[in-house]
């Protein structure tokens, strides 16, 4: 049997609730094979971050070298790139290997508003890695700072995946999480947009909802998924890991990566 294989290439979050370990946790629920280029190691709980080291950029090459010169990829999402210099590889071997349906999270914003990219990181960013997206997932207030604009509306935010995807040429998916009202996602495919409708669930914090909805992404792309549809089940998936969503630490709740639903299930395998 053959299983289509997943590449997420980000941070490690040592509380399991973001990070690679959500990516694969997220992989594996979607029926695919889950493979990891590590980028950052963080000490972190649901409290915050205490400390951080950035790999070598080589290393993360090496990482990423090593899984498509034997399994491959299928598609890849990319998450916390801390360094010019990490960014700069990962493009470049995305490149060089010609690795397809790469899903972009930008980690740019932190939930505190404080930016996490430098000026010069954001230029790099923008020119050599979002054009090698298929589709990028940014939040409105990373949305804000690739563009420029105020995004606190729903027409904001058509006005927003548009800019950016004259500038890069990549699909846009601007999440509305951090809006009032009804959870609405908004895409753009150069061609036309769609909405991605969910319920809003009251409560606190969750951590690590946006890695999850690029690896449930990825994974859709991975398993012959069409963009829409990869999006609409992933949006899905994060709902309910969010309704049931684990309170086990003393700040955010954790996103329930064990929720399964039909769709998820079942169309991990591809044809031989």
């Known amino acids: 049997m053959r299983v289509a294989t997943v590449m997420t290439i980000a941070g490690s979050d040592s509380c399991g609730g973001a990070g690679i370990q959500a990516?694969?946790?997220?992989?594996?629920?979607?029926?695919?094979?889950?493979?990891?280029?590590l980028t950052s190691i963080t000490a972190q709980n649901t409290l915050g971050v205490r400390k951080s080291f950035h790999l070598p950029a080589e290393l993360v090459a090496e990482q990423i070298d090593a899984i498509m010169d034997d399994m491959g990829a299928q598609a890849?999402?990319?998450?916390?790139?801390?360094?010019?210099?990490i960014m700069e590889t990962v493009a470049d071997r995305i490149r060089a290997r010609s690795?397809?349906?790469?899903?972009?999270?930008?980690?740019?914003?932190?939930?505190?508003?404080?930016?996490?990219?430098?000026?010069?990181?954001?230029?790099?960013?923008?020119r050599e890695l979002l054009p090698l997206a298929l589709v990028i997932?940014?939040?409105?207030?990373e949305a804000a700072v690739l563009t420029g604009l105020t995004v606190d509306?729903?027409?904001?935010?058509?006005?927003?995946?548009?800019?950016i995807?004259?500038?890069?040429?990549?699909?846009?998916?601007?999440?509305g999480g951090h809006m009032t009202g009804d959870a609405t996602d908004i895409l753009f495919d150069g061609a036309e947009f769609h909405d991605f409708t969910g319920r809003r669930i009251e409560g606190g914090r969750i951590?690590?909802?946006?890695?999850?909805?690029?690896?449930?992404?990825?994974?859709?792309?991975?398993r012959g998924?069409?963009?829409?549809?990869?999006?609409?089940?992933?949006?899905?998936?994060?709902?309910?890991?969010?309704?049931?969503?684990?309170?086990?630490?003393?700040?955010?709740?954790?996103?329930?990566h064990t929720v399964h639903t039909a769709s998820v299930r079942g169309s991990g395998r591809m044809e031989e």
């Open 225 to 256: 998924d069409a963009l829409a549809c990869a999006i609409e089940n992933a949006k899905r998936f994060v709902t309910r890991g969010i309704e049931e969503s684990f309170d086990i630490g003393r700040g955010s709740a954790l996103v329930n």
């Open 76 to 85: 890849a999402k990319t998450g916390m790139l801390a360094t010019v210099e």
């Open 207 to 222: 951590h690590g909802t946006g890695c999850t909805l690029a690896a449930a992404i990825a994974s859709g792309l991975a």
């Open 153 to 163: 509306t729903r027409v904001a935010m058509r006005d927003a995946a548009r800019a």
């Open 99 to 126: 690795i397809p349906n790469v899903v972009v999270d930008p980690v740019m914003v932190a939930t505190s508003g404080a930016r996490l990219m430098d000026e010069r990181a954001t230029d790099i960013f923008v």
């Open 23 to 37: 990516d694969l946790k997220t992989m594996n629920a979607f029926g695919v094979h889950g493979t990891s280029a």
């Open 165 to 175: 995807y004259e500038t890069t040429g990549a699909s846009v998916l601007v999440k």
């Open 137 to 141: 997932t940014p939040n409105v207030d």
